[in-house]
């Protein structure tokens, strides 16, 4: 519990920039929104779904974060296995390992790898950027 009130105030004072000094957000705007779209209701995917590239980010958000369930129920580990399967997804993307819904899937296809193209520190501010703004936002 200590530690989840440590990271609250961090988050108070410094935003979505993360130890390193990356804006999270910044990251998703620059290397990720071209196909996720930030936020969107469901009856709005259903009107837009032949023009979209990809599951809107609020859908992959709460996807990951209901799907991975820690025993114990410690918030902390579960940032942390969220962060870790989003981080390792935007580099080494793969059927086996997505989420995605098989209609989602066979729609856009698998993401493509994003191998190269962010540097460790990116990768971990855009982690921990979707786990934090979608905390209490359901895709529905
Ligand atoms: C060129 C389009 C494209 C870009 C750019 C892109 N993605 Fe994706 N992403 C997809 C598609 C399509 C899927 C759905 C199929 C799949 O799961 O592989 C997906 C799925 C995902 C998933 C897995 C969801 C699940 O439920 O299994 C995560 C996590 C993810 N993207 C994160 C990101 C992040 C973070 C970025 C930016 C750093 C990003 N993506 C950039 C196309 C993209």
Not at 26 to 45: F, L, M, Q, R, T
Not at 56 to 64: L, Y
Not at 88 to 100: N, R
Not at 107 to 121: D, Q, R, T
Request: glycine share 4%; aromatic share 10%; proline share 4%.
């Amino acid at each position: 519990m200590k530690k989840k009130i440590v990271l609250t105030i961090a988050f108070a004072m410094f935003g979505f920039t993360n130890l390193f000094g990356v804006d999270g957000y910044e990251v998703y705007k620059a290397k990720c929104s071209a196909c996720h779209i930030e936020s969107i209701s469901k009856a709005d995917v259903v009107k837009n779904f032949a023009k979209m590239k990809a599951p809107p980010m609020v859908e992959v958000a709460n996807q990951v974060k209901t799907n991975i369930v820690i025993a114990d129920d410690d918030d902390d580990v579960h940032r942390h296995v969220v962060k870790l399967f989003i981080k390792d997804y935007i580099e080494h993307p793969k059927l086996e390992k997505s989420m995605c819904n098989p209609m989602a899937l066979e729609k856009f296809g698998v993401m493509p790898s994003l191998a190269g193209k962010l540097s460790a520190e990116e990768i971990d501010a855009v982690a921990e950027w979707i786990y934090e703004r979608y905390e209490g936002v359901k895709f529905q």
